[in-house]
Nanobody, 124 residues
Framework: QVQLVESGGGLVQAGGSLRLSCEASGRSFSSYAMGWFRQAPGKERDIVAAVSWNGGNAYYADSVKGRFTLSKDNAKNTAYLQMNSLKPEDTAVYYC?????????????????WGQGTQVTVSS
């Protein structure tokens, strides 16, 4: 299993950008599929984006499609979530997740490794 540490969250105005990073420890990171999820207060944890181990398959929630980009740099053991044109409704705690299966997954239950979460707040 890998251990994940997120960074890059913060406060940004609507229309701004943030890049979240998810650094993994462990030798097998390159073979892991990755996902980003978010959870707003009082709401369920929802998928934001997911990618297969090599980035060949990717999924984006409709709410972020065209604005967010998930990338995975296996050489740096790091995954990124580039978030552009941020909206107040993007405000949430964002979690990165990894799964040993190399195929992409959109359900949080399929991920066995989770980061601690990073807060993203978008002001109007």
């Amino acid at each position: 299993q890998v251990q994940l540490v997120e960074s890059g969250g913060g406060l940004v105005q609507a229309g701004g950008s943030l890049r979240l990073s998810c650094e993994a420890s462990g030798r097998s990171f390159s073979s892991y599929a990755m996902g980003w999820f978010r959870q707003a207060p009082g709401k369920e944890r929802d998928i934001v984006a997911a990618v297969s181990w090599n980035g060949g398959n990717a999924y984006y929630a409709d709410s972020v499609k065209g604005r967010f980009t998930l990338s995975k740099d296996n050489a740096k053991n790091t995954a990124y979530l580039q978030m552009n044109s941020l909206k107040p409704e993007d405000t949430a705690v964002y979690y990165c997740a990894a799964r040993r299966d190399p195929s992409m997954a959109t359900m949080w239950g399929y991920y066995g490794c989770w980061g601690q979460g990073t807060q993203v707040t978008v002001s109007s």
